[in-house]
Every structure is written in C-alpha cells, then in structure tokens.
C-alpha cells in the first residue's frame, strides 16, 4: 500500500485492505503500512505493541510481523517486530534487531514476504504444528520460541547477506557511471534516465545468493518485548505512556490466507 509515509494507491482502497484483514493467518505490513491499518502512529515500543494488539484483538489475524521500522534518533539500526497471539488473542511479542543499510533496495518486500512464508512452515513442521489450526503454538509457548520468530531469524539472516551483497554489486555498477556522460545522459530527461539506472542498480540479486536462502546464517536473535522494554522506549521518544490491554470478545481463528507487504532497509 505504501512506504516511507507515502500512499500507493488511492485512500478509498485502504478500507478494503481493512476489511480483508479478517481473512488473513498473516500479515506483513511495513511500519507505514501497520500506521494505516491499525490506525494508531507507530512511534515507540508501546505504540508499537498497542498496533499489534489490535490486530490480534479487533482483526483476529493469528500472525503478525512489521517490518522496517525505526524509532527515532537510531538511524543504525532497523527493527522486525512479530508476533503471534495466544488462543484469547493476546500478543506474544518479540523483535529482532539488525544493522541498517544505507541504500534503497527494489524487490525486498517480495522477497521477504516468499521467504517468511518457507521459513514459517519449516520452522512449524519442527514444532510438530502442522494439523494445528493457523500453526497457533500452544499459550505455554514464549515469544523468542515461536516458530514465527525462529522463521524471522532465518529470513532476516538470508536477507541481511543478500542486500549487503546487493549493495556492492550497486556501488560498482553506479562508479561505473561515474565516468564521462555518453548520449542519452546528454538528454533534457537525463535526470529520470539516470533515476532509472539507479533503481535498477538496486535491484536485489536473488539468483548470485542462491546458498545464502538457502543456508542462511543466523547472526541475530529474537528478543521479547515486555512492559519494561515499552517503558524505555515511552521515556525516550517524550511520548505518553500508552495503554496496551484489550478484551476478548469474540472468538475464532480465520481460515488460512496470507498478507504481504514491504521490507526495506
């Protein structure tokens, strides 16, 4: 639907995008995305929980993941926060931190999305939630142990390797076109020509890191997100402090459907 506080589409579709929430076992909105949908501004840990609860709650989506999210003054790093709900609809929230990479990528929130699906279904097999409706885990279940969140730690292990590997192919082909301006850059829409090369630089090079989806290397852990760690962040940012609890009041898990959305770093 959009990135960077910027729409895609038109705003009367937001409200379809809403009501197809109910039909989804997961979603993978972005920051902006999740701002849109939950209507609530994404700004601290608890803000970030409050958004989350009312996808568990109000929408009944069983497993969420927002992606690309930066609070503010840490520009170094770019946070994936998941969750997946208990059976009264209460988070169960982790994240997972990584290095952010200064470059703008093309492709990543396709990629995240085909991979997070892999992941989850391998990472449910070895939980032995197969035949579990939506691959709920039981309430016992922690947050960092959920297969939701070993399935992040894999895709973003793949991911991180595949865009650093993406950006140094992209330097080397943009220090290519450092040299002297041939004809077409000559051209009064030399400007968009070479916007265009650019973009198509970054394209994310999914086919040269074949071994690393498949093998990732798992440098970065899920950590549980808990009311102290809320309260931190509510310090930090100036903002108020924001209640997270809901009521439960109806019950059910939707027939499995999948959402997707943007990943970008």
Known sequence: MGDDGRIYVSKEVVPMYKNL???ADLILPNQFEAELLSETKINSLASLAEA????HFTHRIPHIIITSIRFPHDDST???VGSTSTSDFAPRIFKIDVPAIDCFFS???DMFAALTVVRLREAVTDAGLNSTRSWVSPDDVAAVDLPLAKAAEKVLGSMHTVLVKTKEARDQELQSMGGPLGALEKEKD???RTGLRRTKAAEVRVV???YNLRAPSVDWTAQ??????EAVMESGSGSEEREIDGVNDRGGVRPAASGGAGYRS
């Open 224 to 229: 549980a997100i808990d009311r102290s760690d």
């Open 208 to 210: 040269r890191c074949l």
């Open 52 to 55: 989350i609860t009312k996808f």
């Open 107 to 109: 492709g990543t929130g």
């Open 78 to 80: 770019m946070t994936v």
């Open 190 to 192: 030399s400007e968009k």
């Open 21 to 23: 929430l109910r039909d």
